[in-house]
């Protein structure tokens, strides 16, 4: 799958070690679109994924926009589930 350079980057931000905490969440879910997910509005902050098969829940960060270094990991491993790396 061919990404565009954003996309790529946000990709490569989700893969780094040791694990980047300054990644912005409306860039994970242009990542996720790009990838082919559906995406749908959970109740309150939660933004339901669906990608190649494989469903995840996640919390959309608030009040900051920058995802923590738990949901970074727990993209990662939804990707790598989904048949995602860099």
């Known amino acids: ?17 040791p694990v980047c ?5 409306t ?17 309150g902050s939660r933004v339901r994924v669906v990608l190649n098969g494989v469903r995840a829940v996640f919390h ?6 920058e995802t923590d270094k738990g949901a970074v990991k727990s993209v990662r491993r939804f990707l790598i589930e989904s048949g995602i790396e860099p």
């Open 1 to 17: 799958m061919k990404l565009s350079r954003k996309h790529q980057v946000t990709l490569d931000a989700v893969f780094a070690t």
């Open 21 to 25: 905490a300054s990644i912005v969440w």
């Open 27 to 43: 860039d994970i879910e242009a990542l996720f679109r790009a990838c082919g997910a559906e995406i749908s509005e959970g109740s």
């Open 60 to 65: 959309r960060p608030h009040p900051q926009k």
